[in-house]
């Protein structure tokens, strides 16, 4: 073998190693990236399944407020704060699993109880605690009753 094709042989390997590397490199950016948008969902995921207990809170306050007239600009507030926040989620990708009259579905709810019912059987007739789905992945399935 000659100088020149030695030459020629180790340019090409080199260039070679190069194209090897910049192709590892794009696959560690892809990589990056990736891992990068799971932190960003999980830390969201985190962050809905701590806020909803607030949420929940807010409405049992609504369900206990009285009825007097004097509790109406509180009781009007706390519904805009609820409202507010259910607004928040929703944009998040936050949704509020249907349940009254669906049917039971062990993916999406799960029965505490089973209850004579007119309804047909198998058929969600109460909501004990609302679920949640979060961009399609359930985070929380909701607690109901059945009708047997």
Not at 73 to 82: Q, T
Not at 84 to 102: A, N, R, Y
Not at 123 to 128: A, G, L
């Amino acid at each position: 073998m000659t100088e020149l094709e030695e030459y020629k042989q180790k340019a090409e390997d080199y260039l070679n190693n190069w194209k090897r590397t910049a192709a590892d490199f794009e696959n560690y950016k892809k990589r990056r990236d990736k891992e990068s948008q799971e932190l960003v969902r999980f830390a969201q995921e985190i962050t809905v399944v701590k806020m909803l207990p607030t949420l929940e809170s807010l409405e049992q306050a609504l369900k206990a407020a009285p009825d007097d007239e004097k509790f109406k600009v509180w009781s009007d507030g706390v519904l805009k704060i609820v409202q507010q926040l259910e607004k928040v989620l929703l944009e998040m990708g936050v949704e509020k699993i249907k349940t009254i009259g669906e049917k039971f579905d062990p993916s999406r709810h799960e029965a505490v109880e089973s209850v004579e019912s007119e309804g047909e059987s198998g058929t969600v007739v109460e909501e004990i605690q609302s679920g949640y789905k979060f961009n399609n992945k359930i985070i929380r399935p909701a607690k109901v009753r059945v009708a047997k």
